[in-house]
């Protein structure tokens, strides 16, 4: 293999790495769409990618929460008047489950994927 191949070659994988990151960088957080909390309160929450919550009340929107994805397993909520909460969350199927401490097991709250056209 002559050096202009190796070059070539080394240009074409820098490339590549580089679409891999950009597109891993893009990529939706798993959070993200409408999830709704059990009975009787049943609230519907839409996490957004710019990092907002949203309660939607029928063809209303309100932004209750902002959130931001700490790592794999791990995310900070703030409410309207700046307070921090941090949990911890698995998604299993099409339930989200907010723990006080993944580790020990303690579930804070439960959401449930809705349907995309629900309102």
């Known amino acids: 293999m002559n ?10 994988g820098a490339l590549a790495l580089i ?3 950009i597109f891993a ?4 957080q798993p959070i993200v769409g409408k999830w709704r909390t059990d009975a009787p309160t049943s609230l519907l929450f839409e996490y ?7 309660l939607v009340e029928h063809s209303h929107k309100f932004v209750v929460f902002h959130y931001k994805i700490i790592d794999a ?8 008047m700046g307070r921090l909460r941090e949990y ?4 299993s199927g099409d339930t989200l489950t907010f723990y ?5 097991g303690k579930i804070v709250l439960q959401h449930h994927r809705a349907e995309l ?3």
């Open 88 to 91: 911890d969350f698995r998604i």
């Open 100 to 104: 006080d401490n993944l580790a020990t």
């Open 3 to 12: 050096r202009r191949t190796k070059l070539l070659f080394s240009q074409l």
């Open 48 to 54: 957004l990618e710019d990092g907002s919550v949203m």
């Open 73 to 80: 397993d791990s995310l900070q909520l703030y409410d309207g």
């Open 19 to 21: 679409t891999i990151l």
């Open 25 to 28: 960088c893009n990529a939706p």
């Open 117 to 119: 056209n629900e309102d």
